[in-house]
């Protein structure tokens, strides 16, 4: 995952002794930290990891309570701090806009959840929150964030706008309706939960950058000599184009009854220390990636040069 590698990273360039647990079978190991091999399926192999102290523990479970639950048997005795990064999908109101980490949640499940149940997902966080606070108390450091992007990031539900930004010519782009989204650049994320186990922050917080409006967020990101061309809700559903990721959809486009999503209040996680990066900054970083990635793959999130394409003949 890698928000977990670039923890990692950042920990070891800020002069911390890192460990990371984990398979070892998908990306590289930051320079400087080192690999105890475990799968988190199999809580016998949590042995592996060093006895004695631990001064802060990362939490990066994505999407299982057993994986959380057995963690905290291992290891929560011998730590100071503990982060565990869940997501704002644990909120079961995604229509208001303003809410903060006092929200309502969903009921949460005591599983493991995978790709093709996403609906389970925020359940399966709850749960895993409710476990480290049940078991850390006051040392715990709960984070949500929202969508998060830059180096690393394979999603395309940011990354497509800078890529296809990078084009040029006429991009289609959701007309103005007022809808907020917002986003987090994993280095910021990833700098405010080890700066946090530094200074002991504690608490339950949004992980997520300052909402605006996606038009805007849209034409700051495009380069001069780019034409946006907007299309209404009701255009681009005619055409099929989906909301969200997936296949044939607009990235950070939402439906209506989700405008909530990408408008929670970030204020309460400022305050504790989080800070976002320049708007350019964050968009260089995902279009890095993307380049890294290549511009013209087949994509998880997105619309492919000719679905684009037919849609803006629908336009003319």
């Not at 911390?16 to 091999?37: I, M, N």
């Not at 048997?73 to 644990?90: P, Q, Y």
């Not at 005591?110 to 790709?115: N, S």
């Not at 186990?197 to 380069?223: C, K, S, W």
Request: charged residues 20%; aromatic residues 6%.
């Amino acid at each position: 995952m890698f928000v977990s590698r670039t923890v990692a990273e950042i920990a070891v360039r800020r002069g911390h002794e890192v460990v990371c647990a984990a398979r070892g079978k998908t990306g590289s190991l930051p320079a400087g930290a080192r690999l105890v091999t475990i799968d988190r399926d199999d809580p016998a192999s949590l042995a592996a990891l060093p006895n004695g102290h631990y001064d802060a523990v990362v939490d990066v479970a994505v999407f299982s309570y057993p994986w959380v639950r057995d963690a905290l048997a291992a290891l929560a005795g011998r730590a100071d701090h503990w982060t565990f990064v869940s997501s704002v999908s644990v909120y079961s109101d995604a229509a208001t806009i303003g809410q903060d980490a006092t929200a309502p949640v969903v009921e949460p499940k005591q599983t493991q959840g995978d790709a093709s149940d996403p609906e389970l997902y925020g359940a399966v966080k709850v749960a895993g929150e409710n476990a480290v606070r049940d078991t850390i108390g006051d040392r715990a450091f709960i984070v949500r964030p929202g969508l998060i992007t830059g180096p690393g990031d394979n999603s395309d539900r940011f990354g497509y706008w800078p890529g296809r930004f990078s084009k040029g010519g006429r991009v289609l782009v959701p007309a103005p309706s007022g809808r907020l989204t917002q986003f987090i650049d994993v280095r910021d994320l990833a700098g405010w939960i080890v700066r946090a186990a530094e200074e002991r922050v504690t608490g339950t917080y949004d992980a997520i950058g300052p909402a605006q409006p996606l038009e805007t967020l849209l034409t700051d990101m495009a380069p001069a000599g780019v034409e946006l061309v907007p299309a209404t809700d009701e255009q681009l559903l005619a055409a099929g184009v989906q909301h969200w990721s997936g296949p044939k959809s607009l990235p950070l486009w939402v439906p209506q009854e989700m405008i909530g999503f990408g408008a929670h209040d970030p204020s309460p996680s400022l305050a504790a220390g989080l800070t976002i990066r320049p708007l350019a900054d964050a968009v260089d970083g995902a279009l890095a990636r993307e380049r890294e990635l290549g511009l013209d793959r087949e994509r998880r999130a997105g619309l492919s040069a000719a679905e684009e394409a037919e849609v803006l003949a629908t336009l003319a």
